[in-house]
């Protein structure tokens, strides 16, 4: 999924926010520094579904059989070979 550089930025925000209210969370570094990382974060969680995705799509493109994206065939197959690639990064 692709998301702009606000939303992951928001995104990012919104999980320095929420972890700051939790009472058993302590922050060794200030809140812009933990605001980065889940940043940086959610950026390589990003790029690494994009991957997978794209994986995914040659996975289909390469069969014999012409397959139209939109149909139940392409939406079976693309959820297959998406949960492989899953499981070859060990997510």
């Known amino acids: 999924m692709r998301l702009s550089a606000d939303k992951v930025n928001k995104l990012a925000h919104t999980v320095a926010d929420a972890l700051a209210e939790i009472e058993q969370v302590e922050f060794l570094e200030d809140?812009?520094?933990i605001r980065t990382e889940a940043r940086r974060i959610l950026e390589m969680l990003l790029k690494q579904e994009e991957k997978i995705d794209l994986a995914a799509?040659?996975?289909?493109?390469?069969?014999?059989?012409t397959i139209i994206?939109?149909?139940?065939?392409?939406?079976?197959?693309?959820r297959k070979?998406?949960?492989?690639?899953?499981?070859?990064l060990g997510i």
């Open 81 to 88: 070979y998406y949960n492989e690639e899953v499981k070859k």
């Open 57 to 65: 799509k040659a996975k289909i493109e390469n069969q014999r059989k």
């Open 31 to 33: 809140r812009n520094s």
């Open 69 to 78: 994206e939109g149909t139940q065939e392409w939406d079976i197959l693309y």
